[in-house]
């Protein structure tokens, strides 16, 4: 147990969120408890994780959550460890939610993305259809959402492309997609900013300028694709190529890298496959496992293309992730570390009130605002 690598978990504490900051004590080694010297709670050290008030061995959740994000069936799981079906799905909801915080959390955040691909898939149930669009940043393979809906239609849409405007940073980027018009409208609506003018109401919102989407529109006979039209919906062909070859994307628009996530999913979810008798249930329980197969494939599954040649210690290749490959963590995850993986709550804010503050309020902005 190290207390300099926790932090207080607690709202209400000032000091809540920050690490080193010597505030943190053992309480107990034997319940594995932390203690908060400025608000005085004690808290587990698995607070914060799936792992909180789990009556089972932590490394058996581990091995489960694995198995699911790789693709396992769940009978099979509930046959091997003699586990009761409800309390698997408690746990691949529980990690599947923790999942989508750590996300958020890491990978929804502004960078330059230069080259992104979306796309959606046909998710069957019983008795009903759902969709399920997801992006990727072509550059490091980075998977950045996935959203899901109940007809694919103008909202689901909307809502993958906001998780792509959360990811990007106002700079010269490519989307592209297949010939459906809503991600036209979609991205002129959501690629604004405000124009602050120094006037009461609301601001103008303007476009940004260097949002490029190419389509890749092909057409069926029978099962074989027997022609591919490649336009530009919106900007400039010669900004779009230069950006494909910054990438890299390949010589000419195209889905390939979303086509090929989205064949990975298939692979490790049954009620993603085309042709399949698994049909979705509930479709409230997809949406954290999609996350939970999503993050497992950024910060845990190393890709082949992304491989770097090795000149230390002999290493032919030294493999990486897509998270490696976009800059958000410096070695390759394991399935344990992904889940014990503790969110910080927001910086601690000092409520507002009229008059001046005292010398201890004073002395707490000091050292825990800063």
């Known amino acids: 147990m190290d207390p300099r690598q926790q932090f207080c978990p607690y709202i209400a504490c000032p000091a809540r969120g920050k690490v080193g900051k010597n505030n943190i004590i053992v309480h107990s080694r034997k319940e594995a408890r932390y203690q908060c010297k400025i608000c005085g709670k004690t808290f587990a050290a698995t607070t914060g994780t799936p792992f909180y008030r789990l009556h089972h061995p932590l490394e058996l959740m581990v091995i489960v959550a694995t198995l699911i994000a790789h693709g396992c069936p769940l ?55 759902i969709w399920l669009a997801m992006a990727i940043m072509v550059s490091t393979r980075l998977w950045l959402g996935g959203v899901i809906g109940r007809r694919r239609d103008e909202d689901l849409i909307f809502s993958l492309v906001q998780i792509i405007r959360t990811c990007a940073l106002a700079r010269p980027l490519l989307i592209c997609v297949d010939g459906y018009i809503a991600y036209v409208q979609a991205v002129q609506q959501v690629f604004r900013s405000p124009l602050p003018n120094g006037k009461r109401g609301r601001p103008w919102l303007i476009s940004w300028p260097d949002i490029h989407i190419g389509q890749v529109v092909k057409r069926y006979q029978g099962k074989r694709v027997v022609d591919v039209t490649r336009r530009m919906a919106r900007g400039c ?17 195209n889905t390939a890298f979303i086509e090929r996530l989205n064949a990975t999913f298939r692979s ?63 070695h ?28 201890a309020e004073k002395t707490l902005f000091a050292r825990w605002c800063t």
Request: positive net charge; hydrophobic residues 35%.
């Open 75 to 129: 009978q099979a799981i509930v046959a091997a460890f003699h586990l009761d079906e409800r309390t698997v799905m408690e746990w691949q909801d529980r990690a599947g939610r923790h999942c989508k915080r750590v996300h958020e959390h890491r990978v929804q955040q502004p960078r330059d993305l230069e080259h992104v691909q979306a796309d959606e898939i046909r998710v069957k149930g019983q008795g009903k259809v």
């Open 268 to 330: 490790r979810l049954a009620v993603l496959v085309r042709r399949t008798r698994a049909l979705i249930r509930n479709p409230q329980s997809l949406e954290p496992l999609i996350y939970l197969m999503g993050s497992v494939y950024n910060f845990c599954t190393e890709h082949k293309s992304l491989r770097i040649p090795g000149v230390i210690g002999g290493h032919k290749w030294i493999p990486r992730t897509p998270a490696i490959a976009a800059g958000l963590t410096d």
């Open 237 to 253: 062909l010669e900004t779009a190529q230069a950006l494909l070859e910054k990438s890299p994307g390949g010589t000419k628009l």
């Open 332 to 359: 390759i995850w394991t399935v344990k570390e992904l889940l014990l993986f503790r969110i910080p709550p927001p910086g601690w804010q000092p409520l507002k009130h009229r008059g001046r503050h005292s010398r």
